[in-house]
């Protein structure tokens, strides 16, 4: 075998592996996840889409959805649609957001999520998670239930 065709050889391995290896470290849901860090965590994952693999942002998002959610918003090619759309597409490679508790419940808990997108706009959405009451790997995991349309808030300039 060639010198060069053993260098590509070894270089799509290393890109399988790592493509599989990215996949693999989408986090799933677990009881030890507070609601705050649930909102984090999806957005972080927005904010870097495509690192590790095409969507991987989206995917991340799709995870920490209650079924509910899922029910109305998927399955999950309809949900990549709908976070590219008009309404959503700001939060995929934003630049920057924070996030703030404004109201709870015992299973519940809101958010108020500003964001500032790559056109250095900031936008505003309301952020619900609640705690899943069901039975199985989700139970007493805290979910998104809902995210609002955004409301634009202006530019940063």
Same mark, same amino acid.
């Not at 984090?40 to 942002?57: A, C, P, R």
């Not at 934003?94 to 964001?115: A, N």
């Given at each position: 075998?060639?010198?060069? &065709? !053993?260098?590509? /050889?070894? *270089?799509?391995? /290393?890109? *399988?592996?790592?493509?599989?290896?990215?996949?693999?470290? !989408?986090?799933?849901? =677990?009881?030890?996840?507070? $609601?705050?860090?649930?909102?984090?965590?999806?957005?972080?994952? &927005?904010?870097?889409? =495509? +690192?590790?693999?095409?969507?991987?942002? #989206?995917?991340? %998002?799709?995870? /920490?959805?209650?079924? =509910?959610?899922?029910?109305? %918003?998927? $399955?999950?090619?309809?949900?990549?649609?709908?976070?590219?759309?008009? =309404?959503? @597409?700001?939060?995929?490679?934003?630049?920057?957001?924070?996030?703030?508790?404004? %109201?709870?419940? +015992? +299973?519940?808990?809101?958010?108020?999520?500003?964001?500032?997108?790559?056109?250095?706009?900031?936008?505003?959405?309301?952020?619900?998670?609640?705690?899943? %009451?069901?039975?199985? $790997?989700? @139970?007493?995991?805290? &979910?998104?239930?809902?995210?609002?349309?955004?409301?634009? &808030?202006?530019?940063? #300039?």
């Amino acid at each position: 075998m060639s010198k060069k &065709l !053993l260098t590509v /050889f070894k *270089f799509l391995i /290393f890109f *399988f592996v790592s493509i599989s290896i990215s996949k693999a470290e !989408l986090l799933k849901p =677990n009881s030890q996840i507070n $609601p705050s860090e649930v909102v984090k965590i999806q957005l972080k994952s &927005l904010q870097k889409n =495509n +690192d590790g693999f095409e969507d991987s942002g #989206i995917e991340q %998002t799709w995870n /920490f959805a209650h079924p =509910n959610n899922k029910k109305a %918003t998927g $399955p999950l090619e309809k949900f990549k649609r709908m976070i590219k759309g008009n =309404n959503y @597409k700001m939060m995929i490679n934003h630049l920057s957001h924070t996030v703030t508790q404004v %109201t709870s419940g +015992d +299973d519940w808990v809101q958010f108020e999520v500003i964001l500032l997108d790559k056109e250095k706009i900031y936008h505003k959405f309301n952020w619900q998670v609640e705690k899943y %009451t069901g039975d199985g $790997p989700l @139970k007493n995991c805290w &979910l998104t239930t809902m995210v609002s349309s955004p409301e634009p &808030l202006g530019s940063s #300039i």
